[in-house]
């Protein structure tokens, strides 16, 4: 058993994106407090620790840099890793959330023997920035105690003497019967197998028992090995290569449908989907589709290319394609016959298509927002990733149907103004409603409330415009605005 | 109320409704309102097509009950985007009112594309126009304006201008904004005298 | 001008809604020219006597000035938020007896609802609403229906009294709703009136009152949305901006004026009556002339001395004249029902400055011993009620409170209030949350505070705790800070102070319910009841009489000696020999750090040292400046200087230093010029003078009277700070004296009966300064024995066990034990018998939980029956359930496990043990066993000899951070000699600050530097040893090796577990951090 601990793991990938000099820690909001959660090694060389709180630590060391721990890039890490390591065993499992576990029965000879193979994995590790601890040993428990008290190979045989010095936390059992069997002086894992097992047991349960057998391997503990999560890619090698765009929508399609059966089968639906050109001079083209929801429809999708493939310059034609899933989604299995549905799906794709061609940040949708400033009073977000919220039913008070960034009147006379010209109109008052008085957010600088305070009112003009004026008295500015068009 | 009001059911505002399938035009100072009084009458998703650099946008928080959650607006680079994304989305069935503010007239061959889009779809199309920009294509055109009057606040008038198959009219409207409910009131010259005390 | 009076104002007394200080609203007012100003806040009327005492306040500034400024009257009044109606009401008394009503309605609601809310319906106002002015305040919008009914309703039952409140919103529609206002007041017959709904006294208070709302409603500041305040008008406005909205209706603005007029109560009408304590027959006054003769007998056995029966004579002419007999005989009878009970009690305060209250037991301090000036206690001309503090034992005055409440009911006694302010603190957590700086964040800077500090952060707080100060949001959130600081959070019942009348209580001030249960709490506090000359008794609770009497018991016990606080031999000169050694560790008050390194300096060898050294290491003195002149003067390296007869009539006694309140008062009477009662005002006042703005007038004639007189310009300075000082933290002399005495009295059980001392210490914990651990260990300091915790000999608390030699050991009670539950340790006790042979009979006689069994083992309770820790524990972990031990039977029988030989631990693994269970050990310090690997270090015990650069290692005892102190840090070290001061400079502080800051055991180098007998150790450099105190048990040891090994412990997956040495060791060895 090879087991493999990589006690950096998540300040190391992190680090490996974007490198930082000195120390630096991850840190997890865990109620309501900032605590380091992983450090690099010059933050643990300078007296920090995981679980520190990040106030304290700042306190510390002051030139301490910080990243919000990211679990899930973590976790996609450790899969990335376990996939890696099946080159040196069938069987890799995860083992924790900073571990692997790889069953390497009658491997070693393939690297050398089994100190080769541990220092053929730790450099290859250690070239990818990656710091990790491993150690091969007849039983997993044998392995991960090794690896996490400074790594090595235990011969066959030599589990106990190996084991029997460490200390009985090595045994991976909780915290709590580990501190209650120390109170009672049974510090190493030797000193638990002088003790009868049933007394033991009875006090301990009999997890500390299975434990300490797996470790010294009168009990098997096999690895399972993880299915490797399914890749929805396809691709085909042209004979001849092809160059119009007919042709390479045509080879598309029947990608298309094999990468929607692919998906079919999983239940997925695809969100992204990317389609590589290889030109014969082994330079690739890439065509990115965004889709407004997941779907596994290959004629939709298709139509989503037509646009990028025609601009793909095929240069001395292309003689590979490669469709690849880029994102995908769980998705049920289609409901025939539900309008609804249907139409959701008709309106999500209508969604793409504007998305593909104009950026899907151009199709947007509002949600109601909490303020009193006009213009934060919604939010403006992309369609595609936000689903519709109600606004709430609210006239008090009267707000304007057309909102526009202020535009200064012209020839104003009167306050509030009876006369004043508009985007090159004149306009004289009918009827003054106001003031309004609002004031800016004070915690929030909003560059376009600096003047301060406005007054509000609505004038009804005899042109017949109902419009929103504004003026800042705070400013000392006598300038009026207009900033909305009433109904 | 009379004169109308003897054309037309109580209550109903029948001949300001647009055919679907087709797509129509709106002129004047009070035409965003007119397009937000079809976007409440008509169920399902809308979507509103304007230019980037137009600067005028709906404001949710006060466009009629349930008109905000079902608007998708869309912002496009120059005016072939936009007409491009126009006939999308009259094209889609799904979609119930197409609102468009486009700059330029719309040539009789891009209308036409229009038209045939939205019959394809089966979707209502309004097109938000500058004073005299329209399309012959364009099924009817209208032309709104808010009505000043000392007393109301309501007042809107619009004026059907053009109409492929039917009628032409003025109606003067009073409508809060609020809900689908217009009421049709008599025209200025014909109004009866308010019962409060004049101001 | 446009005359206005603003009926409807909100204070910050409506807790987190009011966005300014009655104070501030009253001055305002006064400066727009404002007619009159209600303070109306939501069902209270906590706010208008502080309202009433700033007017009071403007009008002496007023009257000094000889301006003839016109001021604003003040109306009380409240507003009634109804449980079964949209429409609120202000409620405006215009008579006395209308204010009684209001009251009255408030404490129905509020005795009704649970503690700060208040449960009133239309139903009560209708029955109560009589004489009031009332101004409804119908819901916005105004479409909503149904409320006008209510109009009319009220409308009906008090004819001429209703009104509708028109309050303009600034919203772009107050036309429209004025309009529609004035409809509804003509369909209801509400005549209709100008309010401004006022939530501040100035438009800059708007971030304040949004900070508030987001307190209130649970939000931070980003999302509070629209229920932020649009604008800055509900602020107070001057009657021409309120006509200028109201131009069309000047009828609403004229009639705030009429309704002004006819709220003609004022705050000052109060009459208050005390309860008539005449008994059989014998009115008040004879009855405390008999106990007063009688007094004199049981106090002088050997007959009074001439001074003395002409001063009671004096005294109880006084009393007669102003009649406050009823007063005294009512603390006469508290006390005799405390002695009845055998509860301690003792008087503090001025009232130790009445013979009279010698006489009737109230207090204890021989009047010989100090300088009476009973004016200070009660005065004529000052007309304002004396002030007896009584003190009784911590433990055992919820007895005599209920007994007052039996005695003269609900309705007519009551507990002050205490308006809990915003401090650095609170401030700090609360705005910090608002403007969404990070928890963590939050809780590094509110911990740096240094006790009730008044300030917000400086820049470099902000910058140690990771936050810029120039960033716009932190500068932000610091301007919020420092603006809601002193800005009342909540009421919460006074310490102990009773208001008792004779009539109801409740027609005078409304009463709710405390949080405690069984105390009902009035809305004013201290300073509102002495702005009102309202009468308060203060019940006080005092950790050391607890002590006191658990020692005295015992002493009867075990010496069969009965003591009383009166019969303590006096000026005891061993006692006073031990005091000079600074041998103080358990003695009332000065057994803090800086009284004992006071206490060799000042030398104290009679009662009246006492008094000085009590009262001088305070804010107050420390503030003037005082403390070094006074004992360089003692100690006669300074001459006292001559500062004429009459000061030295007032200074003489403490070298020319003024080291109490009624000193600082009478300077200002012979020195600066001012009459007494102006004096005493000074003092009183000194609150209201600071919110007010107006103490800087003072402080000039002060200065200048003094300047005029002659004295030297540095000298007044010192003598008026103090004065500040003072009002705040000052002792009186007659106070210090109280004190002193119990000083003394736990001074003298601590130098002959040191375990008895210390049994009743540990008995009556929490108290003091120290924790168990160093209690116990300065008993062994003394030559007590102290026996450990055993399942066959402690009870519960601490006991006295005869030794053969005739002295006493102190046997340590399960209290010690970490965990454990008094009941179980009244099971232990109750099925002893003739002892437990093992741990199963424990958990089979007792019933004792398994876990509670654990707790007992791990303290090495089992010691005694033969089973060493390990064996006892192993055994306890066997009766875990499930599997209850019947299975194997109770009489030997069934199945025997097989016997188990578990190590045997070292010394220091049961040292660890010891601090694991009970944070104490009786078998070793720490340093003890660290010792060999420690060559280099000096015992603590050897800092006093040595000189020039030593090096020490020791325990983190107290880490203090005093913010005046400019980032100087003071650390306590304790090894098993004794202890050390550490002064680690602030350069020093930055190149170790993860030593000082977060470490357990400490090794420091430095200079010793010598102040008299005190020696401190000034750090130039400083060594984090924590993760040696783990290679003392084997325990810890699994953490030093995993921390080689570089394994990192996830925060997520160890919870709670962390396992890192250094927070080992601070679970175990925890120091008192004082920021």
Redesign the interface.
């Given at each position: 058993m090879l087991s493999i601990w990589f006690p950096r793991l998540a300040s190391d990938i992190s680090l490996r994106a974007r490198p930082v000099e000195g120390p630096f820690a991850l840190t997890l909001r865990a109620s309501n407090a900032e605590n380091l959660y992983c450090l690099n090694s010059t933050a643990s060389a300078v007296g920090l620790h995981p679980g520190m709180p990040l106030a304290d630590a700042r306190a510390v060391c002051p030139v301490l840099s910080t990243r919000p721990a990211d679990l899930i890039r973590e976790g996609r890490a450790l899969e990335g890793l376990r996939r890696w390591t099946s080159r040196y065993g069938p069987h890799a499992a995860k083992d924790g959330t900073d571990g692997l576990i790889v069953d390497v029965s009658g491997v070693p000879h393939l690297f050398g023997g089994e100190v080769e193979l541990l220092a053929d994995l730790e450099a290859r590790l250690e070239r990818a920035g990656v710091s990790s601890k491993s150690a091969i040993a007849e039983t997993r428990g044998g392995a991960w105690a090794l690896a996490r008290r400074g790594g090595g190979v235990i011969p066959e045989g030599g589990l106990l003497s190996r084991l029997g010095p460490m200390p009985v936390s090595a045994l991976r059992i909780e915290a709590p019967v580990a501190e209650g069997l120390t109170r009672l002086g049974l510090h190493k894992i030797v000193d638990l197998t002088a003790v009868p097992r049933a007394p033991l047991a009875r006090r301990f349960g009999a997890e500390l028992l299975r434990r300490l057998d797996q470790a010294l391997g009168t009990q098997a503990e096999p690895v399972a090995a993880e299915a490797d999560a399914p890749h929805f890619g396809v691709r085909m090698t042209l004979p001849e290569p092809i160059g119009l765009t007919a042709d390479v929508m045509g080879v598309l399609d029947r990608l298309l449908v094999r990468l929607c059966d692919k998906l079919a089968s999983a239940q997925m639906g695809a969100r992204a989907v990317r389609l590589e050109l290889q030109r014969v001079d082994r330079s690739a083209a890439v065509v990115d589709v965004g889709l407004a929801r997941a779907m596994r429809d290959p004629v939709r999708i298709s139509a989503l290319f037509l646009k990028g493939v025609d601009e793909v310059d095929s240069g001395f034609g292309i003689d590979g394609l490669r469709l690849t899933a880029t994102v995908t989604e769980p998705l049920a299995p289609e409901q025939i016959g539900n309008a609804q549905a249907r139409a959701e799906d008709e309106l999500s794709h209508l969604i793409s298509r504007i998305g593909n061609r104009l950026g899907f940040d151009a199709v947007q949708r509002f949600l109601p927002a909490s303020s009193r400033i006009p213009e934060r009073s919604f939010l403006t977000v992309p369609a595609a990733y936000a689903a519709p919220e109600p606004f709430p039913p609210k006239r008090r008070p009267r707000r304007p149907i057309t909102l526009f960034p202020a535009e200064a009147l012209a020839q104003v006379s009167g306050s509030p103004p009876a006369r004043f010209s508009w985007r090159r109109m004149a306009f004289t008052t009918l009827r003054a409603h106001g003031p309004e008085r609002i004031t800016p957010e004070w915690w929030f600088d909003n560059p376009a409330w600096r003047s301060g305070v406005r007054d509000y009112w609505r004038i009804e003009t005899n042109e017949g415009p109902r419009l929103w004026l504004f003026r800042t008295p705070q400013s000392g500015s006598r300038d009026w605005y207009a900033q909305g068009v009433f109904l | 109320m009379r004169t109308l009001r003897d054309r037309l059911q109580a209550g109903s505002d029948k001949p300001l409704h647009l055919l679907k399938g087709r797509v129509h035009e709106v002129e004047g100072r009070g035409r965003t309102g007119f397009a937000l009084y079809h976007a409440a009458r008509l169920a399902g998703p809308i979507f509103w097509i304007v230019l980037a650099h137009d600067h005028d946008r709906p404001m949710p928080g006060s466009l009629p009950e349930g008109v905000a959650e079902r608007l998708h607006f869309i912002e496009a680079r120059d005016e072939t985007n936009l007409l491009w994304t126009v006939e999308e989305a009259l094209r889609a069935r799904p979609v119930s009112l197409v609102i468009s503010a486009p700059e330029k007239p719309i040539s009789l061959t891009a209308g036409r594309r229009l038209q045939l889009a939205a019959e394809a779809g089966g979707t209502t199309g309004l097109m938000l126009i500058q004073e005299g920009r329209g399309s012959n294509a364009a099924e009817t055109r209208w032309k709104c304006d808010p009505l000043p009057s000392p007393l109301d606040s309501t007042r809107h008038r619009w004026i059907l201008n053009k109409n492929k198959r039917g009628t032409i009219g003025i109606y003067d409207v009073s409508w809060n904004g609020t809900t689908v409910a217009v009421h049709l009131v008599p025209q200025a010259g014909e109004r009866h005298q308010p019962e409060g005390p004049p101001r | 001008m446009t005359a206005y009076a603003e009926l409807c104002v909100t204070s910050n007394f409506t807790f987190l809604r009011g966005a300014s200080h009655p104070e501030e609203l009253v001055k305002r007012a006064a400066e727009l020219g404002l007619t009159a100003i209600a303070i109306t806040d939501r069902n209270s009327v906590a706010g208008v006597v502080r309202a009433f005492s700033a007017l009071k306040e403007l009008a002496r500034v007023a009257e000094e000035a000889e301006q003839g400024a016109s001021l604003p009257r003040l109306i009380p009044g409240a507003r009634l938020v109804l449980t079964d109606s949209k429409v609120e009401w202000i409620a405006l008394p215009t008579d006395l007896a209308a204010w009684s009503r209001l009251t009255r309605l408030l404490s129905l609601g509020k005795r009704r609802a649970e503690k700060g809310s208040c449960h009133i319906g239309l139903a009560d106002l209708e029955e109560w609403g009589r004489g009031m002015v009332l101004i409804a305040l119908p819901p916005d919008?105004l479409d909503a229906t149904g409320f006008e009914r209510d109009l009319r309703r009220i409308a009906a039952r008090f004819t001429g009294q209703c009104f509708l409140g028109a309050a303009p919103l600034?919203?772009?529609?107050d036309?429209?709703r004025l309009d529609r206002l004035a409809e509804i007041s003509q369909a209801t017959g509400l005549p209709k009136v100008a309010v401004g709904n006022v939530l501040m006294h100035r438009s800059s208070r708007?971030?304040l009152a949004?900070v508030l709302t987001c307190i209130r409603e649970g939000c931070t500041?980003?999302?509070?949305?629209?229920?932020?305040?649009?604008?800055?008008?509900h602020r107070l406005k001057s009657g021409d901006e309120l006509a200028r909205i109201f131009h069309r209706y000047p009828a609403a603005l004229r009639r705030t004026v009429e309704i002004a007029d006819r709220c003609a109560f004022r705050m000052d009408q109060l009459r208050y009556q005390y309860p008539d304590e005449a008994r059989d027959g014998e009115s008040a006054q004879s009855r405390l002339e008999r106990l007063a003769r009688e007094g004199l007998h049981w106090r002088y056995p050997g007959g009074p001395p001439p001074k003395i029966v002409s001063r009671v004579e004096k005294e109880l002419h006084l009393i007669a004249e102003v009649e406050y007999a009823s007063y005294f005989l009512t603390v006469y009878d508290i006390v005799s029902f405390a002695r009845s009970k055998g509860i301690l009690c003792q008087g503090r305060g001025s009232a130790a400055n009445s013979v009279v209250c010698y006489l009737l037991g109230i207090t204890e301090v021989p009047p010989e011993s100090i300088t009476l000036i009973f004016e200070r206690f009660i005065s004529k001309e000052r007309g304002e009620p004396p002030d007896i503090d009584v003190d009784f034992e911590h433990e055992r005055r919820e007895e005599v409170i209920q007994w007052i409440y039996e005695r003269y009911t609900r309705e007519r006694a009551g507990l002050t209030a205490v308006v809990i302010h915003f401090r650095s603190r609170a401030a700090i957590r609360e705005v910090g949350k608002v403007?969404g700086l990070?928890?963590?964040?939050i809780?590094?800077l509110a911990g740096q505070i240094w006790g009730w500090s008044s300030s917000a952060p400086g820049e470099d707080r902000l910058r140690?705790?990771?936050l810029s100060p120039e960033d716009?949001?932190v500068a932000?959130a610091v301007k919020l800070i420092g603006e809601i600081i002193g800005f009342p959070r909540h009421l919460s019942q006074h310490v102990g102070g009773f208001v008792i009348t004779q009539g109801r209580l409740d027609e005078l001030c409304p009463i709710e319910n405390a949080a405690m249960e069984d105390r009902t709490v009035i809305e004013w506090d201290k300073d509102d009841i002495d702005a009102l000359g309202l009468l308060k008794v203060d019940i006080l609770a005092l950790g050391m009489l607890t002590a006191i009497r658990k020692a005295f018991g015992l002493i009867e016990d075990h010496r069969q000696q009965q003591l009383t606080l009166a019969n303590i031999p006096p000026e005891d000169g061993r006692v006073y020999d031990m005091l000079c050694k600074a041998d103080a560790i358990g003695v009332f008050q000065v057994e803090s750090r800086a009284q004992l390194n006071f206490l060799p300096r000042m030398k104290p060898r009679k009662f009246y040292d006492l008094v000085c050294e009590v009262a001088i290491v305070r804010p107050g003195p420390i503030q003037g400046g005082m403390v070094h002149p006074f004992i360089n003067r003692r100690q006669g390296r300074e001459k006292v200087e001559d500062l004429g007869p009459a000061m030295m009539e007032v200074l003489g006694r403490t070298y020319g230093v003024p080291l109490f309140q009624e000193q600082a008062m009478q300077i200002a009477v012979v020195a600066a010029g001012f009459t007494p009662a102006e004096a005493d005002r000074l003092r009183r006042s000194l609150a209201t003078f600071k919110r007010m703005g107006t103490i800087g007038g003072f402080r000039d004639r002060f200065v200048g009277g003094m300047l005029e007189r002659g004295y030297d310009a540095e000298f007044a300075a010192r003598c008026f700070a103090q004065i500040e000082g003072f009002g705040s933290y000052g002792f009186p002399e007659s106070h210090a004296a109280s004190f002193a005495r119990l000083v003394y009295v736990s001074a003298w059980l601590k130098r002959h009966h040191q375990a008895i001392f210390t049994c009743a210490l540990l008995n009556a914990q929490p108290m003091g300064f120290y924790a168990p651990a160093q209690l116990v260990r300065d008993a062994r300091d003394h030559g007590v024995e102290v026996r450990p915790v055993s399942v066959n000999d402690s009870v519960w608390d601490c006991t006295i066990e005869p030794r053969a030699d005739g002295s006493h050991a102190l046997r340590l009670g399960f209290r010690q034990v970490k965990g454990m539950r008094e009941e179980d340790a009244i099971w232990i006790k109750a099925a002893r018998g003739n002892g437990y042979p093992d741990v199963e009979s424990v958990w089979r006689r007792a019933g004792l939980r398994p876990d509670a069994l654990d707790r007992l083992a791990?303290a090495d309770g089992f010691a005694a029956l033969g089973l060493s820790r390990?064996d006892a524990?192993?055994q306890a972990?066997?009766l875990?359930p499930p599997?209850p031990l019947p299975l194997f039977g109770l009489d030997g029988e069934g199945e025997h496990?097989?016997l188990?030989d578990?190590?045997?631990?070292t010394l220091g693994?049961e040292v660890i043990?010891d601090y694991l269970a009970m944070r104490l050990s009786l078998r070793a310090h720490p340093l003890e066993i660290l010792r060999p690997n420690l060559p280099e270090s000096l015992p603590a015990a050897s800092v006093l000899q040595a000189k020039g650069r030593i090096q020490l290692t020791g325990l983190v005892i107290t880490r203090q951070r005093p913010g005046t102190a400019s980032g100087v840090v003071f650390l306590t070290l304790e090894d098993e000699t004794g202890t050390a001061n550490v002064v680690v400079w602030k350069k020093v502080y930055e190149a170790f600050?993860?030593a000082v800051?977060?470490g357990r055991l400490l090794r420091v180098t430095g200079r010793t530097e010598r102040d008299g007998q005190v020696t401190h150790l000034i750090a130039e450099r400083i060594e984090?040893l924590s993760a040696r105190l783990s290679t003392i048990g084997?325990?810890l040891?699994?953490g030093a090796?995993?921390?080689r090994?570089?394994?990192?412990?996830?925060?997520?997956?160890?919870a709670g577990?962390?396992?890192?040495p250094?927070?080992q060791a601070k679970k175990l060895f925890p120091s008192r951090d004082f920021h």
């Open positions: - | - | 919008p600034y919203d772009g529609q036309q429209e708007r971030p949004d500041i980003d999302t509070i949305g629209d229920r932020r305040l649009a604008n800055g008008e403007m990070s928890q963590d964040v809780a590094r140690e705790a990771g716009n949001r932000l791990e390990r524990l192993w972990k066997a875990k599997k496990e097989p188990v578990l190590p045997r631990m693994q043990e600050r993860a800051v977060a984090d084997h325990q040891r699994i090796e995993t921390e090994a570089g394994e990192t412990v996830r925060p997520t997956r160890t577990r962390a396992r890192h250094r927070e």
